[in-house]
């Protein structure tokens, strides 16, 4: 009995190997198809800078307006985190909205929408930052615009890299990181020279720059999509025999 056995698990753990043999490689094989096919097309640069551009203009505004609450109205630190507290509410508010019309309007129209919504906020919060009763809800206004920019833009990272959409993500987060903080350091340093004017006017330009992406991102989309429906078209005529006669 002891040999039989043997006889029967030796072929077992030689077939065991066998598998493990072949799933390394075919995943090795996988992966190696997948670092080959993998090219950065040019829209990933594309998105990527109106991410830089809108993770930028928001911290124009994140990094200085608790000093101007400060400052211009006498705000007490409590007041500031109650303050931005309420404002963390009105950006959960947005971000859902963004959630049910990202996909209804498009991803790159939605985010060119709130980034839009930024430019007249901020730029009227630069002429009236000295008028509580009008600058705090420019304020708001121009935050919620971002989150409403930010969350519809995010999906697009799964998107602009065919076949790795992980690669896509990592690019857009890093260079969203890169534009908050390549503003931190402009925006405190105007803040103390100008107040919270000109961090106001610079949020605008870089939004601005945000819709021009977005504008270029939208453009790429519908050539991706009809080229893709050409070549479904073209699949489908090759397998009816009928329309070769």
Request: charged share 15%.
């Amino acid at each position: 009995v002891p040999g039989a056995l043997h006889r029967v698990r030796r072929p077992l753990h030689q077939l065991g190997v066998i598998r493990q043999m072949r799933v390394r490689g075919v995943d090795d094989e996988h992966a190696r198809r997948t670092r080959e096919r993998v090219r950065l097309p040019r829209i990933v640069f594309v998105v990527a800078a109106g991410t830089f551009c809108l993770m930028a203009a928001s911290q124009m505004l994140f990094v200085t307006f608790g000093s101007w609450l400060r400052d211009s109205f006498g705000f007490s630190d409590a007041s500031v985190a109650v303050f931005s507290f309420a404002l963390g509410f009105g950006e959960v508010l947005s971000s859902f909205a963004s959630s049910r019309l990202a996909d209804r309007w498009g991803k790159e129209r939605a985010g060119a929408t709130g980034a839009a919504v930024m430019i007249p906020a901020a730029l009227l919060l630069a002429g009236s930052h000295e008028h509580m009763a009008v600058g705090i809800p420019l304020l708001i206004v121009a935050i919620a615009a971002f989150e409403f920019a930010v969350v519809s833009i995010i999906p697009l990272g799964t998107m602009v890299v065919p076949g790795a959409p992980a690669i896509g993500m990592s690019v857009m987060l890093a260079s969203g990181t890169l534009g908050r903080a390549t503003a931190s350091i402009p925006a405190t340093r105007i803040y103390v020279r100008d107040g919270i004017a000109w961090p106001s006017v610079l949020c605008a330009v870089l939004a601005l720059g945000t819709i021009v992406a977005m504008w270029r991102g939208a453009a790429w989309h519908r050539r991706t999509a009809a080229s893709r429906r050409h070549v479904l078209s073209g699949e489908r005529w090759h397998h009816h025999p009928q329309h070769h006669r």
